[in-house]
């Protein structure tokens, strides 16, 4: 059964740092982007970040140097440190794996919460 396994959501104070993991349990070598998004409140899920199997990374627009995604081949994981945070920021995180094993695949993840309170 497929599985991502995420933590690190919590409430942190305006400027405070959260770190969010995510293991997957997709065989690694069928994995190509690993990747964050996020979800507020009568928004749209947007882009967080994202990693490929070459390492190379994308972020969104807002995170302007603030967010660090990084991965741990060995063990499936995905890690997102998050800095500066703003009340802004506040959304529920979902962690985002997709690859090919047989046939393409685009897994989620169910969410943790981030709060950032003012």
């Known amino acids: 059964q497929v599985q991502l396994v995420e933590s690190g959501g919590g409430l942190v104070q305006a400027g405070g740092s959260l770190r969010l993991s995510c293991s997957a349990s997709?065989?690694?070598?069928?994995?190509?982007?690993m990747g964050w998004y996020r979800q507020a409140p009568g928004k749209q899920r947007e882009l967080v970040a994202t990693i490929s199997s070459d390492g190379s990374t994308n972020y969104g627009d807002f995170v302007k140097g603030r967010f660090t995604i990084s991965r741990d081949n060995a063990k499936k994981t995905v890690h997102l440190q998050m800095n500066s945070l703003k009340p802004d920021d506040t959304a529920v995180y979902y962690c985002n794996v997709r690859g090919q094993f047989v046939s393409t695949y685009d897994d989620w993840g169910q969410g943790t919460q981030v709060t950032v309170s003012s």
């Open positions: 997709r065989p690694i070598f069928s994995i190509n982007n």
